[in-house]
């Protein structure tokens, strides 16, 4: 397979996609789709850039150091495939072992999470889980005493349940934030009434992150097997929450700009508990999209991205990964002194 695709323009002079392809090293497919996906996240990489690893160098256990250096490698313009082989065993060294199946949303906020924890510079590692962080307001009533009870909590990531028939983004969205009676077993405790009471819990959104990842919760665990749903669920290349979505606003929710635009969709292929994983990414200079699979990277188009919506494939978006529309985002000014 080829390791970076060569286009001719319409003067018949060779282009690179500016992608470089990634090797299947010890079952490494999931990782290498999520690699794909960190680079067309341009953000991560600049706030990496401004990070003085020099308090990190030699370590092989720190995941920002390695995640640093092979997003470098992924923009070099080079026609070889890019060096990964130390980031994938830099997660080895942190549990995600070599020659084995992961889950991508598993090891997505693995990932996130590594990094707020060893980069040593807490103001960037702060600004790299601002990127992705949902700010969220749960909201629990008793349904005994009507007390309510309100927590403030952030996600990395939102999670979508998938029902076993036809769905849409907006449907399982609105799904994640209806509200929920909690009985029996599920009963939560009232500080008011002092025991556990069937309660009735919501949650609305406090702000909405630079980036905006969706979790398509497609595996099902039942007596003692995992299975995968392939059902169909289309998802939009760009949408508004405030247009789509208006009832699920906390009141004190003030900003303005919440429409985003697809830039990167994770694909699982096959079954649950033998798969295969590949990403599509949308460049940020040419904005045509590219599919990556390992080594092999290739110009696509937006039809080929919607074929992963389900149904008679098995080929089915996983994750999905949105960028706000606004003006262009810059990091937070260096802190003196």
């Not at 025991?195 to 039942?222: A, D, E, H, W, Y």
Request: aromatic share 10%.
């Amino acid at each position: 397979m080829g390791s970076r695709l060569s286009l001719r323009d319409g003067h018949g002079q060779q282009q690179h996609s500016g992608m470089r392809g990634l090797s299947n090293y010890c079952l490494s497919c999931c990782v290498n789709s999520l690699l794909q996906t960190f680079s067309a996240t341009w953000e991560i990489a600049e706030l990496l850039e401004r990070w003085d690893v020099a308090g990190a160098r030699g370590d092989a256990r720190n995941v920002a150091l390695h995640l640093k250096r092979v997003l470098e490698a992924m923009r070099g313009d080079l026609p070889q495939l890019a060096p990964h082989r130390d980031f994938l065993h830099c997660l080895d060294q942190n549990h995600f072992r070599l020659n084995v199946q992961h889950d991508a949303d598993e090891v997505f906020l693995s990932i996130l999470n590594f990094i707020h924890q060893q980069m040593d510079n807490r103001v960037l590692a702060g600004e790299i889980q601002d990127l992705y962080k949902i700010s969220v307001e749960t909201h629990l009533q008793c349904l005994k005493c009507n007390s309510i009870q309100t927590e403030t909590s952030y996600m990395l990531s939102l999670p979508l349940y998938v029902k076993e028939d036809d769905n849409s983004l907006e449907g399982c969205m609105n799904s994640f934030f209806e509200h929920q009676e909690l009985k029996g077993i599920n009963s939560c405790f009232c500080a008011h009434c002092g025991t556990k009471n069937p309660s009735r819990q919501g949650v609305k959104l406090l702000s909405l992150p630079r980036i905006l990842c969706m979790n398509l919760k497609r595996f099902r665990n039942s007596r003692g097997s995992t299975h995968k749903l392939d059902c169909r669920v289309p998802f939009p290349e760009t949408f508004d929450f405030s247009q789509s979505l208006q009832d699920v606003f906390a009141e004190n929710f003030a900003q303005n700009e919440c429409r985003y635009t697809l830039y990167a969709v994770v694909v699982h292929s096959g079954y649950a508990m033998f798969g295969h994983y590949t990403a599509y990414v949308r460049h940020r200079e040419n904005k045509c999209w590219y599919y990556a699979d390992d080594s092999h990277v290739q110009q696509t188009s937006w039809e080929e991205v919607q074929r992963t919506y389900g149904g008679r494939h098995s080929r089915t978006a996983y994750m999905l990964m949105y960028r706000r529309d606004s003006e262009e985002w810059r990091p937070r000014p260096e802190l003196s002194g």
